[in-house]
C-alpha cells in the first residue's frame, strides 16, 4: 500500500468537519478497498485510535478491506423490487456460480444485495459497476453483465 | 425549416436505469440524418416512470410526449415526425394535459421534468429564488412564523412541525448553528427525495438558504446516501454553479446570510437515515442513534444547535415563502396540510409520483393513479411508509392519506411511499424480512432493536413451522411490545408496524409451510 498516497488524501481532506468518512470514501477511490495497512496510517493523521477507525470502517456496508470484482453487481432486495421478482435475479446469479456476498475466485464479480437504490416503480432493478438498471429480468441482466465484461 | 426544434429526455437515473441515455444518443444522430437541428435537452422526470423514457417535443400546441420510447424506435419516430409532433403510435399527447399529471397539485414538484435541472436561468425563469429573495427582506423571527403558520410538517416520515423545530433553533444563542438535510432516503419504495435533488437541485439550495436565514446558521450539510451517485454528482454540480451565482457563500442575493453548503456522503447504513445517526455519520463516526433529548434542535451536530430537516421539508419551504402561509395552509385536511409526494412503486401499473393534497384515499392512489398491479394480477397488500410502514389489504383502501388517519388505524404515512403487492405475495414471509432487516440494518446500540430483530426472524419461522404455533404467537406479539416500548429510535421502534400489521390482515399465511428455500440476508461481518 502506498502510505505516502493515503497520507495525501488526508491532507485534501483534513480541513473539513468529521472528516473521517469522506477520508475513508477517498481511500476506497484511489485504492478500491481501504487496506487494513492504511488504519493505522488513518489513526495517526487524525489523531484517533486504532479502534476509533476500525469501528467506523466497519460500521459501514460500503467500506470493504479487499479490492471488489472488475464488474460490481448490487441487486436491489427491497419491498419494492421483492414485489416484482428480486428473488428471481437472486437465484439467477446463483445459478450462474454468483452468490450474493461473494466475489469470484478469478476476481471478475462481485456480487451484493443493496436495500432500494430509489428505482422503486421500475424494478426489480440493480446497480452495475455504479450505473442504475431497472426493469430487469434474467436475460436482461446476464446481457448487461456480458456487456460490463466485454469492456 | 432549420431552427432548431427543443427536445427533452430526462436525465433522472430511473429513466436513465431504462435507457434515456441510448435515446437521447439516438435522437441526436437521427436528427443529423435528416438533417433537422435540435437543441437536446436533459429534463428531470416528470415522474410518470412507467412512461420512461419519455421524450417530449417543443411544438405550437405545448411539449408533446412519446414514451416509452426505445432507443431501437428512434430512427422510426424521427421519420415519422416526431420532431414535428406527429401522430405516431407512442405519441400521448400534450404532456402537461394528460390527466394523471393535470389531475395533480404540484407544489413541491413544480418545475420538475419542465426545466434543465442544472440551468440557473431556467431556474429563475419558472419562479426559482423568489422565496428566497421574500425571506431575505423579512426577520428570521417573521420567516419562522410563517412557516409555523403554514402548517408544514416535516416530510421524512415523522411529521413533526417544521416551524417548531425552526423556532427552537432559532431561540438558541450559539455562534455556530447547522442546517442539515436529511437525504438518506433508505426506505424501499420511497424516491421523491432522490428525483427532486436529480430534476431541481437549486430548490433544495434555496431551502436550505431559508432555513440558514431563518435560524441564524452559516453552514449547511446535505447527507446524500452512497446508493444515488447521480444525486451526488448534480446536488455537488449545483452548489459550485449557485457560489458563482451568488446563491451561496458570503452576503446570499447580497443579503447579511452567509451560507456555506457542503455534500457529505453515506457509506450504506440504512439507520444514517435516523437523523442523531446521521449527525453521527456527519461527525465521522459509527452512525449510532442518539438517545432523546438533548434535541438535536438545541444540541445537534458537533453540539451546536441544528435544523435537521427532509429534502422535501427544506424543498417545499421557497414556495411556502414564495406564496405565503396561507396559500399553502389552505391545501390538506385536519392536521396535515398542504400536499404530499406520494411515490408508487412496487408491483403497480403506473408507477411514479402523484403530489397532491393531504386527504386523497390510498384506493384512489393505488387503483386510481396506480392502476393496480403490473403483473395484472389482483392486489393484496400495500405497505405505506417504507419498511417500517404497515401493510394493509383492500379494506382499508377508503383510509384518507391523513397523519392522523392512518395512526389511528395503526400505519403511518410516513414518507408517502407506497410500494403494492399482488396475490402472490406471502406476508409471513414479508414480516420474517421486517424483522430480518432490522436484524442487518441496527445501529446496536439498544437491545430491544439488536436481539429483538434476531428473536423475531426465529420466532417467526416457528410460527411458520408449526411449533408451538399459538404460544409463539404470542411471544411474538409480547416481543413487538418490548421492541415497541423499548427501542431507543423508529428502527427498533417501528419494526413490530409491518409485522403486526401482516399478522392482523393476513393470519391466514402464518400457518405451517414448508421452510423457503430463498438466500438468507447475509449480515456477515456486519455489527
Known amino acids: ?151 | 425549416m432549420n431552427t432548431p426544434v427543443t427536445v427533452f429526455v430526462p436525465r433522472d437515473s430511473a429513466a436513465r436505469s431504462v435507457g434515456a441515455d441510448d435515446v437521447a444518443d439516438a435522437l441526436l444522430r437521427a436528427a443529423k440524418r435528416v438533417g433537422r437541428p435540435i437543441n437536446l435537452v436533459r429534463n428531470g422526470s416528470r415522474g410518470m416512470l412507467w412512461l420512461e423514457p419519455l421524450v417530449e417535443v417543443a411544438t405550437a400546441e405545448g411539449r408533446v410526449g412519446y414514451g416509452p420510447v426505445a432507443a431501437s424506435d428512434v430512427d422510426d419516430l424521427v421519420t415519422g415526425g416526431l420532431l414535428d409532433g406527429e401522430e405516431l403510435p407512442q405519441r400521448l399527447g400534450v404532456v402537461d394535459d394528460l390527466p394523471w399529471l393535470a389531475s395533480q397539485n404540484r407544489v413541491t414538484f413544480t418545475r420538475i421534468g419542465i426545466t434543465d435541472p442544472l440551468s440557473p436561468d431556467d431556474y429563475l425563469r419558472h419562479g426559482g429564488m423568489v422565496g428566497l429573495v421574500r425571506a431575505l427582506q423579512n426577520s428570521p423571527a417573521e420567516v419562522v412564523a410563517e412557516v409555523t403558520q403554514s402548517g408544514l410538517r416535516g416530510r421524512g416520515g415523522a411529521g413533526f412541525p417544521a416551524g417548531i423545530k425552526w423556532k427552537t433553533v432559532l431561540d438558541c444563542v450559539d455562534d455556530l448553528k447547522f442546517v442539515c438535510c436529511n437525504a438518506d432516503e433508505g426506505d424501499s419504495g420511497t424516491f421523491a427525495d432522490r428525483m427532486l435533488m436529480e430534476g431541481d437541485p437549486y430548490l433544495l439550495i434555496e431551502g436550505m438558504a431559508i432555513a440558514a436565514y431563518a435560524v441564524g446558521a452559516t453552514e449547511g450539510y446535505i447527507y446524500i446516501r452512497s446508493e444515488y451517485p447521480d444525486a451526488v454528482q448534480t446536488m455537488r454540480t449545483a452548489i459550485e454553479i449557485a457560489y458563482k451565482r451568488g446563491w451561496l457563500g458570503d452576503s446570499v442575493f447580497g443579503s447579511s446570510l452567509d451560507f456555506d453548503l457542503h455534500v457529505r456522503v453515506g457509506g450504506g447504513a440504512y439507520i444514517c437515515g435516523e437523523e442523531t445517526s446521521m449527525l453521527e455519520s456527519l461527525e465521522g463516526k459509527r452512525g449510532m442513534v442518539r438517545a432523546k433529548p438533548p434535541i438535536p434542535a438545541i444540541h445537534g451536530l458537533f453540539g451546536k444547535p441544528t435544523v435537521v430537516n427532509n429534502v422535501l421539508t427544506l424543498a417545499t419551504v421557497p414556495t411556502v415563502m414564495a406564496n405565503g402561509a396561507e396559500a399553502y395552509q389552505q391545501l390538506g385536511v385536519e392536521r396535515s396540510r398542504g400536499t404530499q409526494v406520494f411515490q408508487l412503486g412496487g408491483n403497480i401499473k403506473n408507477g411514479g409520483i402523484v403530489e397532491t393534497a393531504f386527504g386523497i384515499t390510498l384506493g384512489e392512489l393505488v387503483d386510481g393513479y396506480g392502476g393496480g398491479t403490473r403483473s395484472g394480477r389482483p392486489v393484496r397488500a400495500v405497505q405505506v411508509g417504507g419498511p417500517l410502514g404497515a401493510y394493509l389489504p383492500r379494506a382499508q383502501f377508503d383510509l384518507p392519506m391523513d397523519y392522523e388517519a392512518f395512526a389511528a388505524a395503526d400505519a403511518m404515512v410516513g414518507h408517502g411511499g407506497i410500494v403494492v403487492f399482488d396475490e402472490t405475495v406471502d406476508m409471513a414471509s414479508q414480516a420474517r424480512f421486517a424483522m430480518e432487516f432490522c436484524a442487518a440494518e441496527s445501529c446496536g446500540k439498544c437491545t430491544p432493536c439488536r436481539v429483538g430483530a434476531v428473536r423475531g426472524v426465529e420466532v417467526i419461522d416457528r410460527i411458520t413451522a408449526g411449533e408451538h404455533r399459538d404460544e409463539n404467537l404470542a411471544l411474538l406479539e409480547d416481543l413487538c411490545d418490548v421492541m415497541t416500548e423499548g427501542s431507543l429510535c423508529a428502527m427498533g421502534g417501528l419494526t413490530p408496524l409491518p409485522v403486526r400489521s401482516a399478522i392482523t390482515h393476513f393470519p391466514d399465511d402464518f400457518s405451517v409451510k414448508t421452510p423457503s428455500a430463498k438466500e438468507p440476508i447475509t449480515t456477515e461481518g456486519k455489527p
Open chain 1, 1 to 151: 500500500m502506498n502510505v505516502a498516497l493515503v497520507r495525501d488524501i488526508v491532507a485534501t481532506h483534513k480541513g473539513q468537519r468529521g472528516a473521517l468518512l469522506p477520508i475513508l470514501h477517498a481511500v476506497q477511490a484511489a485504492l478500491g478497498c481501504v487496506p487494513a495497512e492504511a488504519i493505522p496510517v488513518l489513526a495517526d493523521e487524525l489523531n484517533l485510535s486504532r479502534a476509533d477507525v476500525h469501528g467506523v470502517m466497519t460500521f459501514y456496508h460500503d467500506f470493504r478491506s479487499a479490492p471488489a470484482g472488475r464488474t460490481t453487481v448490487r441487486i436491489c432486495r427491497g419491498e419494492a423490487c421483492q414485489a416484482v421478482g428480486a428473488q428471481r435475479l437472486v437465484d439467477h446469479l446463483h445459478q450462474s456460480g454468483l452468490k450474493l456476498g461473494e466475489t469470484t475466485l478469478d476476481g471478475s464479480f462481485t456480487v451484493e444485495q443493496v436495500f432500494c437504490l430509489g428505482n422503486c416503480a421500475l424494478g426489480p432493478a440493480a446497480q452495475v459497476n455504479g450505473r442504475l438498471e431497472g426493469r430487469l429480468d434474467e436475460q436482461r441482466l446476464s446481457a448487461i453483465l456480458d456487456e460490463a465484461v466485454a469492456q
